[in-house]
């Protein structure tokens, strides 16, 4: 910095000072802060990143040539005729049954490993236009209309590896197959939330009659830098799953997360992925996706959905455990969610209501031990916490890693469970806290020990420490959490009890 400007900046510098100081005010009033916002905890989540996390809970619909071949991963020469639904596929039915599933969207498989597409491409003759069914199949179109109607968010699976393409493994595949496929899915419907791009890659197939195995490096291969713009170009909220690098597999297709899981990450999409990594460089989300029914991803004769119990573990082990959950339904080969299966998207719905719908810490009185001093347009205070608004937010000063909230009924409560949720946009911070309950006020009993390390967007602590048991609750005046150990000064928008 020239002389000059470094006078003209402490000039300026010291007058800012003067004047808080001349209006006796006790906010401090920095140049570039004015609202004493705490610096961010990098990475930091994009905005696209941050919507989609939003969506939590969402369905994942199997359909294709599979259901009618009993199969799960289709060789690709497939008899076209083999795909007769009696009519288009009913995606209001699925969509209807995800939203009283309690889920915020959806994502429909458009095309799977065997390269048949279920919407009138350009790319390939191997799709359900195809097939002499008598009427147009166009499902992403159909399940977008869908979804916009019903208000849930809506995405697509495209598989990456085509079994089916005489170009897979060579460039042509990328530049004139997949690259084209993904951009004629981004034009249905106008706000996309998430593109699935699988991570099996490669292998045998029928490959045009050529058969044989394709090996290809997938961290190359598919051009993602390019893929990625154009899919946000008309998408811009389209997160890119998988192979598209900007949110990670959880990695056990089991339905749970690790108790400690960080957003963050240093290592590449595959694999386990149950932690993320506390040091990681970059803002790499946790989806885990399960099978809400007890066979395939697809339709098979003679299978059942999962148990509600079941259900709701895996929502507990991941919802509530910073990751969103991806929960399979599979339509069958009327296109439709058979009946056993509605039922019980429905159970799981009312039951969420149930146990986590009414949000007792509405009407909790909280105090805290520290409360970050309030900036010009800003405040950090504890009222923040339970103010229904996920942009205002309870911080602590800049020094303080550690923290007490204190929640205070008038009359005691029955308590099942304790949900945090951090400020993510500045970034993860919470290592390490503990929760503890009492029954007069003044005698405390830590609860769910052992389990109470990372926060991140969302992070819902069963108080008896069991994900199966519901029990009975605890009755309850007080809650005390304590932050024991954070990255920077703690930030959390939202505490519920339930
Ligand atoms: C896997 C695929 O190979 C399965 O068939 C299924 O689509 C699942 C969700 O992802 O990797």
Request: proline residues 5%; negative net charge; hydrophobic residues 30%.
């Amino acid at each position: 910095m020239k002389k000059s400007h470094v006078l003209l900046f402490s000039l300026l510098l010291s007058g800012s000072t003067l004047t808080s100081m001349a209006q006796g005010t006790v906010t401090p009033q920095h140049l570039d802060n004015p609202d004493n916002e705490p610096a961010p905890v990098f990475p930091v989540p994009s905005d696209r990143q941050l919507a989609w996390q939003e969506t939590e809970f969402y369905a994942f619909f199997h359909y294709g040539m599979n259901t009618y071949t009993n199969s799960e991963w289709g060789y690709g020469n497939e008899e076209l005729s083999q795909f007769a639904p009696p009519k288009h596929p009913d995606c209001e039915q699925w969509v209807q049954a995800a939203k009283d599933a309690g889920m915020k969207g959806g994502i429909a498989v458009v095309k799977h490993h065997d390269g048949f597409c279920l919407w009138p491409t350009k790319t390939t003759d191997h799709n359900a236009n195809n097939c002499g069914l008598g009427f147009e199949v166009n499902v992403p179109k159909a399940y977008a209309e869908a979804s916009e109607k019903l208000g849930m968010k809506y995405g697509f699976y495209i598989s990456p590896w085509d079994r089916n393409s005489a170009h897979y493994g060579k460039d042509t595949y990328v530049k004139e197959v997949f690259l084209k496929q993904a951009t004629e899915l981004a034009q249905y419907g106008d706000d996309q939330f998430e593109m699935w791009f699988d991570g099996a890659n490669g292998g045998d197939g029928y490959y045009g009659g050529e058969g044989g195995v394709r090996n290809i490096d997938a961290s190359t291969y598919y051009d993602v830098p390019n893929l990625a713009d154009s899919i946000h170009k008309l998408q811009p909220n389209c997160v890119m799953w998988g192979v598209g690098d900007e949110a990670r597999w959880i990695g056990n297709e089991a339905g749970w997360a690790g108790t400690t899981n960080w957003s963050t990450e240093y290592r590449p999409s595959r694999g386990a992925g149950e932690n993320g990594s506390e040091d990681g460089w970059r803002w790499f989300p946790g989806e885990s996706d399960a099978k809400g029914t007890n066979m395939g991803w697809f339709w098979h004769q003679g299978e059942s959905p999962r148990s509600l119990n079941e259900l709701f573990k895996f929502y507990l082990e991941t919802v509530g455990r910073n990751a969103t959950l991806i929960l399979n339904f599979p339509p069958n080969r009327d296109g439709v969610l058979p009946e056993a299966t509605v039922t019980r998207m429905r159970e799981l719905g009312n039951l969420l209501k149930e146990r986590l719908g009414t949000d007792l810490a509405k009407n909790a009185k909280i105090t805290v031990s520290e409360t970050r001093a309030n900036g010009q347009n800003r405040n950090y205070e504890a009222a923040n916490l339970n103010d229904e608004n996920k942009d205002s937010y309870w911080a602590t000063n800049d020094n303080s890693k550690q923290a007490t909230i204190t929640l205070t009924w008038d009359a005691p409560i029955n308590a099942h469970y304790v949900s945090l949720m951090e400020y993510i946009k500045l970034g993860q911070r919470v290592k390490s806290f503990t929760i503890e309950t009492s029954a007069d006020g003044a005698t405390w009993t830590p609860r769910a020990t052992n389990q109470c390390t990372t926060i991140g967007y969302k992070r819902i602590v069963p108080l008896n420490g069991s994900t199966t048991d519901y029990g009975n609750g605890y009755d309850v005046k007080a809650i005390r959490i304590t932050i024991n150990d954070s990255k920077a000064c703690p930030l959390l928008h939202t505490i519920s009890v339930y």
